[in-house]
């Protein structure tokens, strides 16, 4: 099963994932807020921060094409938005401002869950008084990913085992039918989950 | 497991029945009692409602409970109001573990239950380390779940039912999936555990080893109960339950003198 790997980098040793995490997420949080509000006139202080990120980001070695790989894969949906900037008189500049802002934030984000381990952020938030439903249900979020990643694998795996015609169409059918399924999944695994959790008193 | 004869059973169920929400009937009428400290397996086919049954235990089941309680916990009825307290009691394994470690890391999963029971964090951090030491686990807290394999995922599971400090101990399938080794290991764990357990399980060769008393069901029923070896070598009516006659008390060696041929 591959979905174990999935934060695999947050487990490494660098002078960057030793931090403590309340920094880093402090940190990068700050961070955020203030790229978000940056002007355009200021165009030099993101450079500074692209320079700052980079810097930790080899420092950190997590390889950079893993971020570059997660950072496209994100880029469309920022893009979508920036889009819309262009309709507007004198949109370029802010197309481009909204493009580099959104990079870095996310280039922050990336950086900051791959340095630090999900659960030690979980367990920050708890310290910091976020309320205890959204840390529950970002637990709960995170330990299903896998759960729910390896049984798509498995399926898909079951699913390519008996494809014996090779048709386009055919496989994006069968695809689509693995998605369908996992939700029906998904759904009655919360209602074992959610059994499970009141048999150890949740009210 | 004779009714009437024990002064406090630890378990008492009467006239149980239970249809799904569709209108079959999962359980009918089953009626049983556990003594104190008794180990008890809980055989059947597949959909005989082994599992129906083991959630009724802990109150999951039915969703809105009936007028006449069915289910009995140290004397005491399984109501609406005592909910609480008789699912702590009532430790319940589910049969799949990712079903049942939903935390991010083994030790918040250990620490869930003792935590709505409203400890001091002193008390729970206690506990956490108690019931991981039990299970053999101790070191594993800030492994999360999916770096697990099977058997520790298995043994987390009970680390997190026994934090509760539960009287009953409900196992569904404790030993499916297990390779060798973790089965034997929690063979081991079980057989050193002071609570009265009721183990529905198609390793029957685990259940000769580990249960005194047997009860049978299939279609909701309790076609049989009692000593293990007599129901578990009839022939016939294994055979006629989808089960079949343990090799372990088919053949007589060393290490199992009392086999019948």
């Not at chain 1, 950079?64 to 880029?75: M, T």
């Not at chain 1, 280039?107 to 659960?119: A, E, K, R």
Request: aromatic share 6%; glycine share 8%; hydrophobic share 45%.
């Amino acid at each position: 099963m591959h979905a174990q790997y999935l934060d695999r980098y947050s487990f490494l040793d660098s002078p960057v994932h030793r931090l403590p995490p309340s920094l880093k997420l402090a940190a990068a949080t700050a961070a955020v807020a203030a790229m978000a509000w940056i002007p355009y006139r200021h165009g030099a202080w993101l450079a500074a921060a692209a320079a700052i990120l980079a810097a930790l980001t080899l420092l950190s070695r997590v390889p950079v094409w893993f971020l570059l790989k997660r950072l496209l894969l994100l880029e469309p949906l920022v893009a979508g938005v920036a889009i819309l900037a262009l309709f507007q008189p004198g949109g370029g500049k802010l197309f481009l401002l909204l493009m580099a802002r959104s990079t870095l934030c996310l280039w922050t984000m990336l950086l900051l869950s791959n340095t630090t381990p999900f659960t030690d952020l979980l367990e920050l938030l708890r310290r910091w008084r976020v309320p205890g439903l959204l840390v529950t249900t970002l637990a709960l979020m995170y330990r299903y990913l896998f759960v729910l990643m390896d049984e798509s694998q498995r399926m898909r795996r079951a699913r390519q085992s008996r494809t014996l015609t090779a048709g386009r169409l055919a496989q994006w059918r069968a695809g689509a039918s693995v998605i369908s399924q996992l939700f029906i999944r998904a759904g009655e695994r919360a209602g074992r989950v959610y059994a499970a959790m009141c048999a150890r008193g949740w009210t | 497991m004779r009714p009437g004869v024990d002064v406090n059973p630890a378990l008492q169920v009467k006239r149980l029945s239970y249809h799904y929400p569709d209108g079959t009937a999962a359980l009918r009428q089953v009626d049983f009692t556990l003594a104190q400290g008794a180990r008890v397996g809980l055989i059947g086919p597949n959909g005989a409602g082994k599992s129906t049954l083991l959630w009724h235990l802990n109150g999951l089941l039915p969703d809105s409970p009936g007028k006449t309680p069915a289910v009995w916990i140290d004397g005491q009825p399984l109501t609406e109001k005592n909910l609480p307290e008789m699912r702590r009691r009532v430790g319940l394994m589910f049969q799949d573990a990712n079903d049942q470690l939903f935390c991010a890391t083994v030790a918040e999963d250990v620490a869930f239950g003792p935590r709505q029971l409203r400890l001091s964090p002193q008390e729970v951090q206690q506990r956490v380390q108690r019931s991981l030491q039990q299970v053999g686990l101790s070191g594993f807290e800030k492994r999360p779940p999916h770096h697990l394999s099977v058997g520790e995922k298995r043994r987390v599971c009970l680390a997190g039912v026994l934090a509760c400090q539960p009287s009953i101990l409900a196992l569904d399938e404790p030993s499916s999936n297990l390779d060798p080794r973790g089965r034997r290991e929690l063979i081991h764990l079980l057989a050193g555990l002071p609570q009265t357990q009721l183990i529905a399980s198609h390793d029957l060769e685990l259940i000769v080893e580990l249960c005194q008393q047997v009860l049978l069901l299939d279609g909701g029923q309790i076609v049989a109960q009692g000593p293990t070896r007599s129901i578990l070598n009839d022939e016939q009516l294994m055979l006629a339950h989808g089960l079949e006659r343990p090799h372990v008390l088919r053949h007589a060696h060393p290490h199992n003198p009392s086999a019948e041929p």
